[in-house]
């Protein structure tokens, strides 16, 4: 089975803090995803990674960076937490196009920034 | 762009009904198309997927979905609702090709099932 590992399942950070999310996978997928999660507002991408120190940004990047230097290992970087980045943000890899493009999820982590 | 309307942002259904989450996309490229569900504290888990070939696609716990291009629609149903089945549904498309690692996401349904 994938495995997509998020290293907190609920964060609390104080606003201007930095935030570390840390999402790890044991499959070999070349591609992996961090997503934030609001109601009403389904899954917004925020950054995607197609291969190590590869990145590419998705459709919410402000506020946020990513570092992906081994291929299981994909960050999250609040560089300075602002109390409307309070969500659940969820990791996913997956395989490259044409083997499938399914994503695997992580089980989320929710940040509240106080 | 690529974008996904889900109509219904709650469907409530009794234990044994039919269960009938729709989903429009819009893609102007042929799509590739996903349902995920995800149970509470949880992550998202796969429920079917259509890329080519059969339209009506079968999927896990007994949920199918049916990929119609004249409507640009991918339903999800069942026909016997379980308890087991309350979660939150995500409808997702991507293209076909080299830019396909990308998924769009519709807002969601939440769907509850009554005794």
């Known amino acids: 089975d994938v495995k997509v590992t998020q290293s907190s399942r609920y964060l609390v950070k104080r606003t201007g803090e930095k935030v570390f999310l840390e999402c790890v996978q044991d499959m070999d997928h070349e591609n992996m995803f961090w997503y934030r999660q609001d109601p009403g507002l389904g899954l917004r991408l925020i950054y995607f990674s197609y291969d190590v120190k590869m990145k590419e940004k998705g459709d919410i990047p402000e506020g946020y960076s990513v570092s992906r230097e081994k291929k299981e290992r994909f960050s999250l970087i609040l560089e300075s937490a602002s109390t409307n980045q309070t969500s659940m943000y969820l990791c996913?890899?997956?395989?490259?196009?044409?083997?499938?493009?399914?994503?695997?999820f992580g089980a989320g982590t929710r940040l509240s920034v106080l | 762009a690529q974008s996904v309307t889900q109509l219904g942002s709650h469907v409530s259904v009794s234990e044994g009904a039919l269960v009938l989450l729709r989903c429009n996309y819009s893609s102007s490229v042929p799509p590739y198309l996903f349902w995920y569900v995800q149970y509470p504290n949880q992550g998202l888990q796969l429920l079917l997927k259509?890329?080519?070939?059969?339209?009506l696609v079968k999927g896990i716990n007994g949920f199918e979905a049916e990929f119609k291009k004249s409507e640009t629609s991918f339903h999800l149903t069942k026909p016997s609702a379980h308890m087991s089945d309350a979660a939150e549904y995500f409808c997702?498309?991507?293209?076909?090709?080299?830019?396909?690692?990308?998924?769009?996401f519709g807002q969601g349904t939440r769907l509850t099932i009554n005794p």
């Open positions: 259509y890329t080519t070939g059969a339209t």
């Open positions: 996913a890899s997956s395989l490259p196009p044409g083997q499938g493009n399914i994503q695997y």
């Open positions: 997702a498309v991507s293209s076909q090709g080299s830019g396909a690692q990308k998924l769009v």
